[in-house]
């Protein structure tokens, strides 16, 4: 029951994959918001799976199968590849050649060891090009704001600075998940409208404010040595019966 368990969040892991490249299907035929919408689900896949894989500690139970490769090689392409991809061919960017801003630091941020910290958070600015890439094609920006946004995120990738890792960060966790549940949530009614409300956009665009502003904040107080930590574990999972009571079956059984 254990492996069958570890198999089931490794399938999960990689239907992300495949919901990817049915993504970068819908994009290449011109379909961009159902490709946006299949992206949003992909994060929401890679926010859960980890969660679920410490659960029933895939690692012990099938330690020939590395869920963290699996995940790295899809993330760069759900959060990387694809929507550099589609920045370059909707014309989002002043010239298609811009793409290989993003596309050079997305190669340096997973060329690092430490790209994900100890202590549980991404060190430079954590790649989320499908972010950027989602509200360009909202917003439509003029050609010199559209160079910033692809340059200035690429800058912070190479500045060691931490981000909030929100599947695994110990700290600000009671605000973060509320928050981005609701961001998801209105990301994907927002995709289903064929114009959706500017007004609309622009609330949205408190989680990535609130992300950047409290990534920073956690930064400074980790480098003056004064970060307060929030125990994350048991009472956490108190709230989660439903999905606690299973894996702990799985886990007596011998």
Known sequence: MRKAAAWAVHLYTGLGGLIGVMALLLAASGDVR??????VVTMIIDGTDGILARRVKVWEVLPRFDGASLDNAID???????????????????????????????????????????????LGFPSYWNIVALYMFWLEPAAPVAAAMVVVP????????RYLYPSKNQILWRVT?????????????????????????????????????????VDYRARRGTLPREPREPGRWRRFRILRRPFRRVRRRP
């Open 177 to 217: 998940w509320p928050l981005v549940a609701v961001w998801l949530t209105l990301l994907l009614v927002m995709l289903g409208q064929p114009q959706p409300n500017p007004t609309l956009v622009l609330f949205s665009l408190y989680f990535p404010i609130y992300y950047v502003a409290a990534s920073f904040w």
């Open 76 to 122: 760069l392409l759900t959060y990387g590849y694809i929507p550099i991809f589609i920045m370059a061919n909707e014309r989002l960017l002043p010239h298609p050649f811009w793409a290989l801003v993003p596309a050079a630091a997305l190669l340096y941020a997973y060329g690092q060891v430490d790209m994900k910290t100890p202590d549980s958070f991404f």
């Open 34 to 39: 159902g490709a946006f919408g299949l992206l």
């Open 154 to 161: 690429a800058i912070l990738t190479f500045i060691p600075t």
